[in-house]
């Protein structure tokens, strides 16, 4: 069965200010005195009308479907383009052919920056600009019947956010089918190892979204463990194996200084520093999400633990079992599985029920048994799953969201998708498809404050502000929400983080427009890019230069 969802598409709300400033007076009054054809406009609005009512069906269309996925994002160019030419005719031809009225412009932007543009340049290019975007708009338009595309009733109107099952967000402490994992780690921790080597590496292996981290943390915050050892550490790896903020991160933790105390010093320097500091202690450190497979540089970074006291042990997360032989040669990895059925059903049921019983709901608890089937054990499928159910309250939803297309697609080779976190997407209402997409912008396991996401949320007008709220409250209630829907996870340190799939999920569907820069990915063509976070030491000023389209261009230093 289809899905029937209650929402708007993705780009909905750009759609309305599309529609708003197509039709404003002072535009059309701005073609008639420049002697434009005002009817372009009326063309371009019943293109934009008809790409709207199929753009939310070639979305849920488009997993496994690459021709259908390229078509989707050429007509999300063109839409962007159409954005991008009302601009141009409001920050360079409105404001000096309106007397009076240079400070209030008629038409609603959202843009940081654009090239720049003359009066009479502007005047020139707006005609056979808006006759290009109709041109392509009209044969992709042509292809909507060819890729089985069926238009969608779009309702507007205002977000329901009450949750009637909701209950408070769950604490990551709330963990089901691990306690004989958790015990089996903690016991290698508290161990003596007899293998002659001071640091002891615990590898831990499991596919993606079975709760690595989770339990680790587990182990990491137990407090017997904390007793056993003078310091301990946690970094996140990720993708980039960098020795230089791993050595940096670990040696704050054991130093417990600040993030800026040893800025200046290279990994020469930093090793040294944590050679001294680690010299005849104990200590337990936790890489989590190791990607790197590259020998040369595990041992630059090991060589700079090798003073620590015998006994010292390291856990490593990873979902390759060759990463786990490679930094624990001689040593037996933990492989993670899955978690029984009943153990998904009482973690949904924490999740998703009052109490977490489900007693007072039994039908939904039947419906509930069953769509835990189909998360395969999985605890991230199983949030994920919990976090949509919750934000559904009603059987027939849920009976919909049980039979989805999306559980009988095969495996996409080019991105992987837990068919839960698909389904977690598409029933997001539109303002929260935006700010979620939105954060495709930052690298894997990105530390998020709320308050500076909240901030460029803002700054990009993805919050519907109403008369009378305050902007921040508003983007609180839109973080809320996704935070509740298990889009994002809370630290220990009162940041937040995406999990890898999840980030995975929002690269996915806003594609090349907002793009994450770093030395890995620096061929990466940034042409189409709307949105640039870069994180490479070493700009390329003349690749930058490509993203012509550029909003944004966030650069943490």
């Known amino acids: 069965m289809a899905l029937e969802l209650v929402s708007e598409a993705f780009l909905s709300s750009l759609f309305q200010t599309l529609f708003e400033n197509l039709a404003s007076s002072e535009v059309l009054d701005f073609f008639r005195k420049k002697k434009l054809n005002p009817g372009l406009l009326k063309n371009l609005e019943i293109l934009l009308i008809s790409a709207e009512a199929v753009l939310d069906d070639a979305e849920g269309k488009q997993l496994g479907n690459r021709h259908l996925r390229k078509w989707l994002l050429q007509l999300k160019e063109e839409i962007y383009a159409a954005e991008d030419l009302m601009v141009e005719i409001s920050d360079e031809c409105l404001p000096t052919d309106m007397e009076g009225e240079s400070s209030s412009r008629p038409i609603k932007v959202r843009r940081l920056s654009l090239p720049f543009f003359s009066k009479t340049a502007c005047e020139k290019e707006i005609q056979p600009k808006i006759q290009k975007i109709i041109g392509t708009l009209e044969l992709l338009l042509k292809q909507k019947t060819h890729l089985g595309l069926e238009e969608t009733s779009v309702r507007n109107g205002s977000y329901n956010s009450q949750r009637l099952l909701a209950t408070s967000i769950v604490e990551e402490s709330d963990v089901y089918g691990r306690d004989y994992d958790k015990e089996k780690i903690i016991d290698l921790l508290l161990s003596n190892d007899d293998s002659g080597n001071k640091v002891h590496v615990i590898p831990i292996v499991g596919m993606a979204g079975i709760g690595k981290t989770t339990l680790a943390g587990l182990v990491y915050n137990n407090d017997r463990v904390s007793r056993s050892f003078y310091v301990k550490a946690w970094v996140t790896v990720s993708d980039n194996f960098d020795a230089l903020r791993i050595t940096k991160t670990i040696l704050q933790n054991v130093e417990k200084s600040d993030s800026q105390a040893h800025d200046n010093k290279d990994l020469n320097q930093l090793q040294e520093a944590l050679k001294k500091a680690l010299e005849g202690r104990k200590f337990f450190f936790v890489l989590d999400d190791v990607w790197n497979k590259k020998y040369n540089l595990w041992h630059v970074f090991m060589r700079a633990l090798e003073t620590g006291a015998r006994g010292s042990k390291l856990i490593v997360t990873t979902r390759d079992e060759k990463i786990a032989s490679m930094v624990a040669p001689n040593v037996q990895p ?23 019983s489900s007693i007072a709901y039994p039908n939904m608890e039947v419906i509930s048994r069953k769509v835990v089937e189909r998360c395969k054990g999985l605890p991230l499928a199983v949030i994920s799953l919990a976090g949509l159910l919750r934000a559904q309250p009603n059987p027939k939803e849920w009976e919909r969201i049980l039979h989805a297309d999306i559980w009988e697609m095969p495996n ?94 929002a690269k996915f569907v806003s594609a090349e427009f907002c793009l994450s820069w770093d030395e890995y990915n620096s061929n990466t063509s940034k042409s189409k890019a709307r949105h640039l976070f870069l994180t490479a030491k070493i700009v390329d000023f003349k690749a930058l230069s490509q993203a012509k389209y550029l909003h944004t261009l966030l650069a943490p230093y």
């Open 334 to 356: 933990h492989q993670l599985g899955a978690i029984s059925g009943e153990e998904c059903q009482k973690l949904l049921a924490k999740h998703v029920f009052c109490n977490g």
């Open 412 to 505: 996409n080779d080019d991105v992987e998708i837990l068919p839960s976190l698909w389904l977690s997407y598409r029933y997001l209402p539109p303002h929260l498809k935006r700010c979620f997409a939105y954060c495709s912008l930052f690298p894997h396991d990105y530390e998020f404050d709320k308050e500076e996401l909240i901030l460029l949320w803002r700054a990009e007008n993805l919050l519907a502000i109403r008369k009378g709220e305050r902007p921040e409250e508003v983007g609180e209630d839109y973080f809320n929400d996704l935070v509740a829907r298990s889009l994002f996870r809370r630290t220990p340190n009162l940041r937040y983080v995406m999990h890898d799939l999840v980030s995975d999920l």
